[in-house]
């Protein structure tokens, strides 16, 4: 059981968009920033989304990062084949003192 | 820009302790916004949070391992180390490195991994 809680799939068709949601609390995503990763098959997982919304240099203005409250949200826009991958939020937990991760949403492309 | 390789055994027999080395290079251990962790991830689950070292030595472990993990640096040898002990076979995992980066603002913990190793396999075994 993940401290954040994502949906385990989403899909959509080419060129359509897709919203990822993270639910946590107030000691994690209430109380600090979000970061989202993506992981494509068989190799590491990559920063996609830092600090609630923004982008490293070389991630496409496709992927977008928002948070309110104890939640957030990663939206695809124009949906790509290549972005069929595991997407993965966290956030620091004062709680806990460490990173928690949520469990992970497969996106497929139909 | 900063890469990490972990190396260590690929197998490790149950009860034993696992060992990896995370070797940098392209950056300094010795940056003050950086954190040096270790994160592991289960075949076909989710990324799990393993703990951290600071330049300083300082940690933060994960509360569901700390009991059985210990990490340390080497700032000279550009090198921070995982040990686990009494392993089972639920710590069969690919175990990746990765460096944090880590800013305080407002009372906020922003912190994210910038950079991450390819990950290394370990499979415990009887």
């Known amino acids: 059981q993940s401290v954040l809680t994502q949906p385990p799939s989403a899909s959509g068709a080419p060129g359509q968009r897709v919203t990822i949601s993270c639910s946590g609390s107030s000691s994690n995503i209430g109380s600090n920033t979000v970061n989202w990763y993506q992981q494509l098959p068989g190799t590491a997982p990559k920063v996609l989304i830092y600090?609630?919304?923004q982008r490293p240099s070389g991630v496409p203005d496709r992927f977008s990062g928002s948070k309110s409250g104890t939640s957030a949200s990663l939206v695809i826009s124009g949906l790509l084949s290549e972005d069929e991958a595991y997407y993965y939020c966290?956030?620091?937990?004062?709680?806990?003192?460490?990173?928690?991760f949520g469990g992970g949403t497969k996106v497929t492309v139909l | 820009q900063v890469q990490l390789q972990e190396s260590g055994p690929g197998q490790v027999k149950t009860s034993q302790t696992l060992s990896l080395t995370c070797t940098v290079s392209g950056g300094s251990l010795n940056s003050g916004d950086s954190y040096w962790s270790w994160i592991r991830q289960p075949a076909g689950k989710g990324l799990e949070w393993i703990g951290r070292?600071?330049?300083?030595?300082?940690?933060n472990y994960n509360p569901s391992l700390e009991t059985r993990i210990t990490i340390s640096i080497d700032t000279s040898k550009r090198q921070f180390s995982l040990k686990l002990s009494s392993v089972t076979a639920a710590d069969t995992a690919v175990y990746y490195c990765?460096?944090?980066?880590?800013?305080?603002?407002?009372?906020?913990?922003?912190?994210?991994?910038?950079?991450w190793g390819q990950g290394a396999l370990v499979t415990v075994s009887p």
């Open positions: 966290a956030a620091w937990d004062d709680s806990l003192t460490g990173v928690v």
């Open positions: 600090i609630d919304n």
């Open positions: 990765a460096r944090e980066r880590a800013y305080y603002y407002n009372s906020a913990t922003s912190n994210w991994f910038d950079s």
């Open positions: 070292v600071f330049r300083s030595g300082a940690t």
